[in-house]
């Protein structure tokens, strides 16, 4: 019988290639989208009407797979937003958005997965962060807050869920082509800002890295081999090696070294 695999946020980018992928290794997969009617491309897999932030739509969402396949067994929590900024400029209704959509909404929507886990005494949940997550970046520090909260809450979580059968993972991606960038909340760059110059240069640094970022194919074998792990590891990394090296600095350079570090790939003061 072949796996149901739920994913949050499936219409584009790194949730639209783990779908399309998984779907040639014969699961049977289930995508979600804000606004499915408006996604012109037909994907291999079904695409069902789901927001993060609304508790209603989840339950409907996952009904709607219990009711057709009769279990979950692996739900990829991918659906996440972008957010850029200095931290000072930025509105606290764009961060609070943040938050609910990167942190309570993977928590609400493993809330509302676990009781048909724990009925089938199994299941997998894949929780996607970032290795942004790991270090507070200049400009990005909301999003790095929003990311670092769900890897450390998953390391709790997965804990209490073992004797349940339920294994629960993080996987960190580091920059890949995707079209974060488009649905991401920029703060503008204002003329009057104390942050002009610096703000401007990171943010377009940002958003070339992002251009020249990794094929998500590769974030979608990484997932298919958890999915296939007997036991998986609580932390993946996935990404270029000095993106991914960059999280091993920070364990062993001292705090300060560090941040010069990154002032000086940013070209700050």
């Keep these: 019988m072949p796996k149901v695999v739920f994913i949050t946020g499936g219409s584009s980018g790194i949730g639209k290639a783990i779908g399309e992928y998984l779907t040639t290794k014969d699961y049977t997969v289930y995508g979600t989208s804000r606004n499915p009617d408006t996604v012109s491309e037909k994907l291999s897999f079904t695409l069902l009407k789901m927001d993060v932030t609304v508790s209603t739509s989840i339950s409907e969402a996952i009904s709607t797979i219990v009711q057709k396949e009769g279990r979950i067994d692996v739900l990829v929590n991918n659906a996440g937003i972008g957010i850029t900024g200095p931290i000072e400029e930025t509105p606290n209704m764009e961060i609070q958005r943040a938050f609910e959509t990167n942190f309570y909404g993977p928590i609400n929507v493993m ?24 270090m507070g970046l200049p400009y990005r520090g909301i999003y790095s807050a929003t990311k670092a909260a769900l890897e450390i809450t998953t390391e709790a979580f997965r804990m209490e869920t073992k004797q349940f059968g339920v294994e629960m993972t993080n996987v960190a991606p580091g920059d890949f082509a995707t079209n974060i960038v488009a649905g991401r909340y920029h703060a503008p760059v204002l003329d009057s800002s104390p942050y002009k110059d610096a703000y401007g240069k ?49 364990r062993v350079l001292p705090d300060k070294v560090y941040e010069r570090m990154l002032l000086n790939h940013y070209k700050l003061k």
Aim: net charge positive.
């Design 202 to 250: 990171t943010l377009k640094m940002m958003n070339d890295h992002v251009d020249a970022g990794e094929d998500p194919l590769k974030m979608a074998k990484v997932i298919h081999h958890i999915i296939e792990a007997s036991s998986p590891r609580i932390h993946y990394k996935v990404g270029a090696f000095l993106q991914k090296f960059s999280v091993v600095l920070k």
């Design 111 to 134: 809330k509302a997965v676990l009781p048909q886990m724990r009925a089938q005494n199994s299941g997998k949940i894949i929780n996607i962060t970032s290795i942004a997550g790991y």
